[in-house]
Structures are given as C-alpha cells and as structure tokens.
C-alpha cells in the first residue's frame, strides 16, 4: 500500500455507518422550509372539503337541510350519510373489528361528530357552507364516566349493535361493553393474593390524551376518471395499509390506486387509523372527477381524530414481608368511546398489556380487560407507547411505589430485590412473553449512582425536616421508574393488521456506479429514517452513507410494509434492511470471487470490500463489485446486484431503562418544578447515537406533557373541555426540563444487528418516572396515590388533603 491510501479507521468513518452520530440528512430540506407536505400539495382544479360536525355528544338527528349550503356560489357538492349509503359507505370499518360511522345517519355518538361533509372551490367557501346547513337534533342522555357504561339503566349508545352478544374479540356482556379480554393464572393469582403476608389494591388510572402532532391529519384524493385510477397523498403512518382497505372499500383494484405519504409532521400514533375525512375525500373525488384536499384544524385534531389512554387500572400486589413480589393482578376498564377505533394487531385488544409484569420476576399474574363504549371520540392509539405499553408501565411501575410505602421500603431498593436477573433471560414473564435480553441490576445501579441517589435521599430527609421547621414550603420528590417495552410488532404468527402478518420490507439497489436506492415499507414522520437506514446499509455494503439515498411513503416503489408505529421499523425494517443487505453482499463476494479468480472462500470482508484471506493486497472494493455486477458477472449469474427482503421478526425486542426524576412542589401553589431528570435507555446496538438523544429528548417531552397536565376532558354532557392548545397543555421550551441522557447496551440476540426499538421508550418510562416523583414528595403523609396529570391545581389539592395549608 502506498502511504497515501487511507487507513482502515479512515475508511470506515467514509461511510458514516452504524454507531455515527451522522447530520440527519432529511433536515437539509427541513430547516430550510422546502419540506413537501400533504397541505403544500396544489393540483389543478382542486377542491376543498370540510365538515358540519355535531355540537352534542349523543342526540338523534331528525333532519339536515342542505340546500342553503348546496346554494352558496362555490359550493360544488354536499354529501350526507344518505349519498353515502347507495356506495355502502356511510359506515366503515375499523381496525379493532367494529365498524364506525363515517357521516352520521340516524344519531350522534359524540361532540365534534362528523355529519355532512361540504365540498367547495376554496376552503373559505367550504367553512362558510359549513355554518349553512341545518341540522335538527333531539338530544339523548349522555354517558361520559366509563363506570357507568354497563350500569342497567345507561342509555344504549349502540344501536347499530345493540343485540349483538358477540363482538369482535367475543362475548359481550352489555350493550355497552365491547369485549373482555384476560390472559394469565386467574387461580394461582388469587391463592398468591389470598395468602400474602402484605397486600396493596389501588385504582390508578391513566387519563385520556391526544398525541396532537404539529401538523394535523391531512389529504388529497385525485381520481382520474379516464384512466381509472385513484391517488390519495396523505398523512399516513401505514400508507400500503390505507391502499389495501381504500381498494377494499372502493372496489378499485389495488394497483389501480397510488397512496402517498409525502413528509409527515409528526405522527405519534394519531396518523395510523383510517378516518372519516380521507373517505369523503375519497368518495368526493370519485363522484366529482376533480382532487379534493381535506386538512383538519387543531381543534378538529384534538377533538375527534384517535385519542390515547383513558385506562382504569384496578391493581393489587401481593408480596412478603421483606419485599418479595408474589402476585399480581390487574383489571382495566378501558374507554373505548364512540366507535372500538383501537390500532392494535387484530388478536390483541388491549394491546400488549400483559407487558404489566413489567421488569420483574412476579412469578404469577392474571389480567382482565374490559372495553366499553361512551360518548367520547374514537381512537386508542399507541401514543407513543407501543400498544398499551404506556399504560402498563405506568401501572405497575405506580404499584411498585404504593407496596414500597406500604413496605416502608425504599423503592429502588424494592426494584433491585425484584428486578429479573440478567442471568433469567430470555426470561418468560408469568402473561405470555419471551423478553429477549436485559441487564437491569447493572441499569438501575447505574442510574442511582450517576444521580447520587442516596444523596438525594439524605437531602429530601433533611427538606422534610425544615418543613416541619418552617423553614420552606417545599417538599422534595424522587421518582424512580425502569421500565421494559415491548416494540417490534410482530411475528406474523400472531399479529396482524386486517388479516395482513405484520412482517416488513426493504429493497435495496445499488446501481453501477455503486450508488444505493433504498426502499422500505415504513414511514418517517420525523423519525430520521432517511438517515438511520442509509447507515445500516453502509455498515452491512461498504457503501458511504452519502451515496445511498432511502425511500418511503410511495405504495407504487415500496414493497409492502406494515408501516412505522409502535417503535417497529428498527426491529422490523431494520432487520429487513440488514438481511437484503446480506443477500447483495453474497451475490457481491461470488463476483468478486470471479474477478479475483479465486474461490469464495477464499474471501473475507474488510470495511468496504472483500479481499483474499492472508493476501490484503489484493481486494475488490464494493465499488469495483458494483461496476462489474453490470458487465463481468461470473458465468451461470445474472447481472444486477438488488435484493429485497420481508422480514417476520422471531420475537418482539425488549428495550429497557432506568429514569430518575426529581422535583420540587410548592405546597402553596401546587406548583411542580422538575429539577432533575435522568434518562438511561438500552436499545441494543446503536445506529445513530445523536438521533437517539433527539428521540429521547421529544418522548420525554412528551411524557412530561402527558404527567403533568394533558388531559382531554369531559364535561358531565360530554361536551370536551380540552379542545386547543389554551386548555389542552403543551410544552414549550419554556416549561420542558433539561434533559440528561445516559446508557447501556445489550444487544438483541435474534435482530440481525442486535438493535431495538427506542423511539418510543421515554414515554414508557416517562410518566411513571414524573408521577413517582410528583407521589414520592407526599409519601411521608398519609394520602393515598395521586392521579395524573400532576397540573397545579391537582398537587395544591393533594397538598390540602394532606393538611399543609393553613
Ligand atoms: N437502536 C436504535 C433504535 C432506533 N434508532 C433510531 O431511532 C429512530 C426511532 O426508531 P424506532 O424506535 O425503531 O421507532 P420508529 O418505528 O422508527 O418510529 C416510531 C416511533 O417514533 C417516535 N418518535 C417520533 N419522532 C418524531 N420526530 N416524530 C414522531 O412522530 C415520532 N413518533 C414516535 C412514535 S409514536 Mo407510535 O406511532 O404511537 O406507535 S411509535 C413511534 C429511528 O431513526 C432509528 O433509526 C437508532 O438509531 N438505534
Ligand atoms: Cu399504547
């Protein structure tokens, strides 16, 4: 070699590959405003839809009069439930096996209900036909508290459904219920509940929140009616998903309809489900021959596209005298709201709830989960959480906190007793999983000596005694949590989406020159997967990052994907990405095997290419590989070098961490201060430790937000109360708390490069970090557990009870 060459370190940082902090190269056009989104789309002779939505939460409809709106000069169509029923489209189906009302026909279910759908020339138009048409309803009694839903006398909101006694997921026991779902040793749980030694029951309930992306729900249908094909753009997390159920519905064969997902604001879970919006989209455009975009408004997007949460869990422990866990056992009211609008794989109702055992060795659990309907908007979405994922961790990692009170114990000192040993994995947890790895002792520890844990606790012994003193009139909290999510959704042997396994895909190209395109089933909505892909690929090829550009969103070039939500495009698409990576590869070492004229086994990989074992010389660049793929290929194989990959996961990954959180309350104001908040997170492998950090940084935020003041609330006639940002609590950069990350690695031993998800996990492991806290600062007074969201008000009431205003 000569001394000009570059060196192997040298070459392996040219291709910015796993474990580089690499520029994310989607920003470029971001941070310059040239992002493409769906409401930047304009097409020729576009129209605008909006919709007449209704202002109760349960009233029959006696009449709508359009004919003041069809009227006004502009307006081009108005469509009802009536227009809607010849296509058999006034109702549709949803993701849990319900069907949902698209326009409503005969009553109402909830406020904010869409009712007629007004198609205009611009949108001003459209908003000024909205307020003319005339709707006559007769209000019907309405059901808000999920505890009343299967009370004998609650009113039937259901009465489409109202005699059917099974339902999707089987038997339903009033006509308000929509399933129960239970997993686990209901006998074994009981007898480990009968005979503990200690004993804790509490209701801890996860209030209803909205994932209110910046950018709302979006789209554009354009039918062209010569050609008979229909192209919808829109904000879709899952785009092949909504083109299955789009051709489905509308009978157009599916290659006949293009779906795409340009750049996507953010997504969190509320862009996965199908809404009433895209369908009058889709329907207009079809009957009118012209593109129709509909965009909602903030408070459209937080009043009745897919809500998160709203868990009731009714949680009892059971363990030894010395901190033992034996049992556990959970029952969950779940609100359901209007319609069962739940994005969850088909077999799995309440999500993977049974995650509930959390990161400890409970050796016996039973689950019981009750869906019920109210008059509250369709949804339960995975808002950043996975499925259901959220609401367990936060479930026990609160019951942990109460039997730690109860115990006297300290409750990181309760977790290290009960967490599962490294040694225990793969660990089968008592509800049904297999967790792949962990290190949690070492985690845990970890977290409590960066934080100086014990120092904080002799400093808040200290702050209650100046309390007591007079001295201040703060109380110090220290919230714990380590959480275990469940991301990877999922082994198609079971879990689906309408019948579809939810494996994924990549396809990989690498053109002659050695330049890469990319293309995968899933969709960034912010994640930085333009970036992140393009590095494992570098990784696994030798090809500079720069070089390989990465595809999502467009269903006529992806292969089919289940699309990207419940942190599964790391474990899915990456594991996809890496195996087509591997096939180009083999085909690439038989070519270079023919080039080099030796055997190929003869060959070993060196960072971007192979060369002759104990020969280093003599080499073939991935390159040089790519070149010769398209003239020189070794007689008996084809040319090209391209491989695509569907990808069925083995098992789910089982990212963890340990966050500590801590605050100061005013006891006066109510007022919370977040001093401190540490985050450890172990995904396995690394692929981008900046875009890591951002993940963590915005789900931290946003468990920030969830636990200490979003709330979609109702009032008692179901009128919602959160319905902008004035009520509905955003945090800015004024309120967010900064932010220390850390980590560990433990790799997953069945994902091609060990990786796991991790977008998701801050919000896991989040809230009950910040609601352990909040708690924490009153658990030396005798008040039971504090509902979230810890806003002001809620922690100076708290604050009350416990007799500390004068
Ligand atoms: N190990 C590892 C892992 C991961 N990673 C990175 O990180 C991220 C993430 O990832 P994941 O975890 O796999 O996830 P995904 O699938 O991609 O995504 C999803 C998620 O993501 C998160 N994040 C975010 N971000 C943003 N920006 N935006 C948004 O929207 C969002 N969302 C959220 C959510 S909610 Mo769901 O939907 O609820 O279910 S789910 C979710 C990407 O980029 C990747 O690549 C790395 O690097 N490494
Ligand atoms: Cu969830």
């Not at 409401?39 to 359009?66: E, Q």
């Amino acid at each position: 070699m000569n001394e000009m060459s570059p060196t192997r370190s040298e070459r392996e940082a040219k291709l910015e590959g796993m474990g580089c902090s690499r520029r994310r190269t989607e920003d470029a056009r971001f941070i310059q405003g040239k992002g493409n989104y769906v409401d930047d789309l304009k097409l020729p002779g576009m129209l605008f839809g909006d919709f007449v939505r209704s202002p109760y939460a349960h009233a029959r409809i006696k009449k709508i009069d359009v004919s003041k709106a069809a009227a006004l000069p502009g307006v081009k169509a108005v469509l009802t439930a009536n227009e809607l029923k010849p296509v058999k489209l006034d109702w549709m189906p949803t993701l849990a096996g319900d069907v949902q009302a698209v326009l409503a026909g005969d009553k109402v279910l909830f406020q904010n209900q869409e009712v007629a759908f007004v198609i205009a020339e611009d949108r001003y138009i459209a908003a000024d036909a909205v307020e003319l048409v005339e709707v006559e309803y007769e209000d019907l009694p309405v059901l808000v508290d999920p505890f009343k839903a299967m009370d004998p006398k609650a009113p039937v909101l259901r009465e489409d459904i109202k005699d059917k006694t099974e339902g999707a997921h089987g038997k339903r026991k009033h006509w308000n219920h929509i399933f129960t779902w239970e997993i686990g040793d209901k006998a074994g749980t009981d007898t480990a509940l009968n005979s503990a030694e200690v004993k804790v029951k509490e209701l801890i309930s996860y209030q209803r929140v909205h994932p209110s992306p910046l950018e709302t729900c979006a789209c554009v249908a354009s039918m062209d009616k010569v050609r008979g094909e229909l192209t919808v753009w829109g904000t879709f997390q899952a785009p092949h998903v909504v083109r299955t159920v789009a051709a489905l519905l509308s009978g157009i064969t599916e290659q006949k309809i293009h779906v795409i997902a340009p750049d996507i604001g953010g997504g969190f879970g509320n862009k996965v489900g199908v809404y009433p919006g895209y369908v009058c989209a889709i329907v207009g455009s079809i009957v009118l021959g012209q593109p129709i975009k509909w965009v909602e408004d903030r408070m459209e997007n937080l009043s009745a596209t897919a809500f998160a949460r709203d868990y009731h869990m009714t949680t009892e422990l059971a363990a030894t005298k010395d901190g033992r866990i034996t049992g556990l056992k959970v029952h969950v009211l779940a609100d359901h709201g209007a319609f069962d609008a739940c994005a969850d794989p088909s077999k799995w109702p309440a999500g993977f709830f049974n995650i509930v055992t959390g990161s400890y060795d409970i050796p016996v659990a039973h689950v019981a989960v009750d869906g019920v309907y109210t008059n509250k908007a369709p949804g339960g979405v995975a808002y950043r959480c996975s499925f259901r994922v959220t609401e367990a961790a936060y479930c026990i990692e609160r019951a942990i906190d109460v039997l730690a009170k109860k115990l006297k114990m300290d409750p990181a000192e309760l977790r290290l007793k009960n967490l599962i040993r490294a040694e225990q994995f793969p660990y089968k947890s008592a509800l049904g999983w297999e967790y792949d790895s962990g290190n949690y002792h070492a985690a845990l520890r970890k977290a409590m000596e960066t934080v100086g844990y014990q120092k904080l606790r002799e400093e808040q012994r200290q702050k209650r005694e100046a309390f007591k003193r007079g001295e201040t009139r703060e109380l110090m909290g220290i919230g714990v949590s380590f959480f275990t999510e469940i991301v990877g959704a999922g082994p198609t042997k079971n879990c689906d989406i309408l019948g579809i396994g939810m494996f994924d895909s990549c396809e990989i190209r690498v053109h002659p020159t050695g330049a890469v395109i990319a293309r995968l089933g899933t969709k960034s909505q912010g994640q930085g997967h333009e970036t992140t892909y393009g590095q494992i690929i570098a990784t696994e090829l030798g090809i500079p990052a720069d070089s390989i550009t990465v595809e999502e969103g467009n269903t006529d070039t992806a292969p089919y994907g289940l699309g990207t939500y419940g942190s599964r495009s790391t474990p899915v698409s990456g594991a996809a990405t890496a195996m087509a990576a591997r096939k180009i590869k083999a085909k690439a070492q038989k070519i270079a095997a023919h080039l080099l004229e030796v055997s190929e086994n003869d060959l070993e990989w060196d960072i971007d290419g192979f060369r002759v074992k104990g020969l280093p010389e003599r080499t073939k660049s991935m390159k040089e590989i790519a070149w010769a793929a398209y003239n020189n290929v070794p007689p008996g194989l084809e040319h090209g070098l391209e491989a695509v990959n569907y990808y069925d996961p083995p098992n789910m990954t089982y990212p963890f961490g340990a966050y500590i959180c801590v605050c100061d309350v005013d006891a006066d104001t109510g007022f919370t201060k977040i001093r401190r908040f540490y985050a450890l997170d172990d995904c396995g492998t690394r692929i981008n430790p900046m875009i890591i950090e951002g993940q963590v940084h915005g789900g931290l935020t946003e468990a920030f937000g969830i636990a200490m003041g979003q709330e979609i609330r109702y009032d008692e006639t179901g009128n919602v109360m959160t319905a902008s940002f004035m009520d509905y609590f955003m945090p800015t950069a004024v309120e967010t708390p900064v932010w220390e990350t850390d980590f560990t690695v433990t790799p997953s031993p069945h994902h091609p490069i060990g990786a796991k998800g991790v977008g998701e996990s801050p919000n896991v492991g989040g809230v009950p970090a910040f609601s352990n806290a909040v708690n924490d600062a009153f658990a030396h007074l005798d008040i039971g557990h504090i509902q979230m969201p810890h806003d002001g008000w809620r922690t100076w009431m708290a604050a009350k009870q416990a007799g500390l205003h004068k």
